[in-house]
């Protein structure tokens, strides 16, 4: 296999996060919550990634937040596809093939990554994770989707981690 590098980008905190933190530590808000509350400040940190990369594949937790992606990375000019839980397998397997033929950015939620994703590695060696899973499992299989047999590249894995929130917790 070729060579794998974990990238972690430290943003700053927003007030909006750190409260979130501190309510999740008094148990007064959900973990998920707490992790959720920093997603849409890494968005133009995502978009700026992008804008030097052909094409990756984007890791991030909610539906809505892989629609949104999908709209703003298309606004940069670049084609994309989404795959979510709801994705069915053989649509994903279409998905993957047409996105590798095409040097595509694929956006996927990070619960997707299980069953029926393989074929990542041939689409790109670049992964973005937008937003984090309170899984360290769920990290592992993401990046294992592109550091795998068929991969051609070096894989590079960049985590957006805002500071003094619940992401660091990750």
């Known amino acids: 296999l070729p060579s794998l590098t974990r990238n972690v980008i430290r943003i700053p905190p927003t007030q909006k996060a ?10 007064e808000l959900p973990y ?4 959720m509350s920093t997603t849409s400040e890494k968005t133009p940190y995502v978009l700026e990634l992008l804008e030097g990369m052909t094409n990756a594949i984007v890791f991030t937790y909610t539906k809505a937040d892989v ?8 606004k940069q000019g670049k084609t994309v596809y989404i795959i979510t839980g709801e994705t069915p397998k053989a ?14 950015t694929i956006v996927a939620t990070i619960g997707s990554t299980g069953v029926g994703v393989d074929g990542l590695q041939h689409v ?9 899973s309170h899984s360290p499992k ?3 299989q993401a990046e294992s ?3 795998r047999i068929g991969q051609e590249n070096p894989v590079d894995i960049t985590y957006i981690i805002m500071q003094d929130s ?4 990750v």
């Open 67 to 74: 629609a949104l992606l999908q709209a703003l990375i298309m």
């Open 18 to 27: 750190t409260i979130a933190l501190h309510a999740y530590l008094r148990k």
């Open 32 to 35: 998920v919550n707490a992790i």
């Open 124 to 132: 790109s060696n670049h992964i973005i994770n937008h937003s984090l």
């Open 166 to 169: 619940a992401d660091e917790m």
């Open 145 to 147: 989707r592109a550091h």
């Open 138 to 140: 769920e990290h592992l």
């Open 91 to 104: 649509e994903r397997v279409a998905i993957i093939a047409t996105a590798a033929k095409e040097q595509a």
